[in-house]
């Protein structure tokens, strides 16, 4: 939960500043004015990166060499104060003054979600954001979490770099134990994480698509051999290769739908919500066991969707009560609460059209 944002000379705006109402606030404007700019300005200051993979140097505002982001975040009663400067030179981060814990910190002080339009990517494009989609639920609820899944990414170099430069097979094989060890407590922080988010996939996939979907977790080797029957059988396809082609980094999670519904699965606004349901099942999940409200950022939700579908995205949005910062063409979103705090832009630059109420 954030209450004052400011960002200066991000993407364009030059300096943009806003006290944010702890349920709704609508940002609209017309294309071009910097409602994704802002959204993306606010997901970067909760993540120390962007959210649509853009780079530094695309985001410092033209004609300038640093861009600044800071907020005053409340979590369990707590007031955090988040800052980051980002130039060309790298990333620095604050939390409560101090710079070391990175973007984890981050995260652990502003965990929030993004819905965009390329949000059905989840759905349709490669297993890599399936992955990040489990592990960003499993950073949340599982402390030991982000330690393995730093130390196996290194395991993982660190074979492949012996694999690439064709080293001999007990150097490779003296990576394996790390690996394996790692890579089985990867797995199962996944399948446990599945586990407590199946039901409010299930529920949020009946909302939104009004089927049942089903989840399973595919852990990127055989089922029918330990991750050290596959290191070893795989060997030489490995070393043809030059990288380790079994194991968690090769993880999937595998979405079924009755025939019916994945005819209509090829369409995007079909696909926007199944990956948006994908969406509201984790932030509740990371909701639930932090108990307390998460940041969601709706970049143009009515975007890709009927009335119908976007009634139902709303309607599922509200009732997760977390704090929401939603943008839009128009001033009159579809299913925006009453009371809502609005904001227009306009080249940048915002003004209050209705100031946040009642927050706590
Ligand atoms: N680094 C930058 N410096 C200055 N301006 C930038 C930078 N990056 C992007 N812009 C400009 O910011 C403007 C606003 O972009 P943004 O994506 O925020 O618009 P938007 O309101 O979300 O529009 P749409 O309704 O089309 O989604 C664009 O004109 C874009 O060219
Ligand atoms: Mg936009």
Sequence with gaps: ????????????????????????????????????????????????????????ANLIRHGSDEFLLFGQAESLGRARSLGVRNSRSGLEVRVDGDSEGGAAALAEALPLQVIDPEVHNLVAGGPELRRRFLDWVAFHVEHEHLMAWRRFRRALKQRNAALKAKSAAATIRSWNAEFEALGAALDESRRRVLDVTLGSLKDFGLDLLGTELGFEYRQGWSRERSLHEALEEGMDRDLSLGATQHGPHRADLKISYDEKQARRLVSRGQQKLLASAMILAATETVQTALERPLLLLLDDPAAELDSDALARLMAAVAGLGCQVVATSLDSDLLGVPDGAAVFHVERGALTVIRAPQDNA
């Design 1 to 56: 939960m954030i209450r004052l944002f400011r960002a200066t000379n991000f993407r364009c705006l030059e300096h943009a500043e806003l006290t944010l109402a702890d349920n709704f606030n609508l940002i609209y404007g017309a294309n071009a004015s910097g409602k994704t700019s802002l959204l993306e300005a606010l997901a970067y200051l909760g993540r120390g990166k962007s959210f649509r993979g853009a780079s530094t």
